[in-house]
Nanobody
Framework: VQLQASGGGLVQAGGSLRLSCAAS????????VGWFRQPPGKEREFVAA????????YYADSVKGRATISADNAKSTVYLQMNNLKPEDTAVYYC?????????????????WGQGTQVTVSS
């Protein structure tokens, strides 16, 4: 199963974006989808995660209160709503699959990485 992120773009600080993550194959409500981002010149970092059933959501402290992750199990799609965007949110955003309901922020434990989507926040 491959996941593909979309919905990025250029937005001014304080603006909002809704990112989508679509799966290319069958999924399960117990599978976990994680959103990660890689700022320019930095390591990939965890942003948020949920299961396809929409339970057990987790957020990085850097986006808590500004991000909402949700899932549409019937469409095998996970969304990441980002509000009050800041220049430090600028990064390539990726989504990936963890075939296990237990939460992890370790990128190596996720599979199905597709091409990311660029989010650029101008000040």
């Amino acid at each position: 199963v491959q996941l593909q992120a979309s919905g990025g773009g250029l937005v001014q600080a304080g603006g909002s974006l809704r990112l989508s993550c679509a799966a290319s194959g069958p999924t399960s409500g117990t599978y976990r989808v994680g959103w990660f981002r890689q700022p320019p010149g930095k390591e990939r970092e965890f942003v948020a995660a949920t299961t396809y059933s929409g339970s057990s959501t987790y957020y990085a402290d850097s986006v808590k209160g500004r991000a909402t992750i949700s899932a549409d199990n019937a469409k095998s799609t996970v969304y990441l709503q980002m509000n009050n965007l800041k220049p430090e949110d600028t990064a390539v955003y990726y989504c990936a699959l963890h075939k296990n309901p237990f939460h992890t922020i370790v990128p190596d434990l996720y599979t199905g990485w597709g091409q990311g989507t660029q989010v650029t926040v101008s000040s």
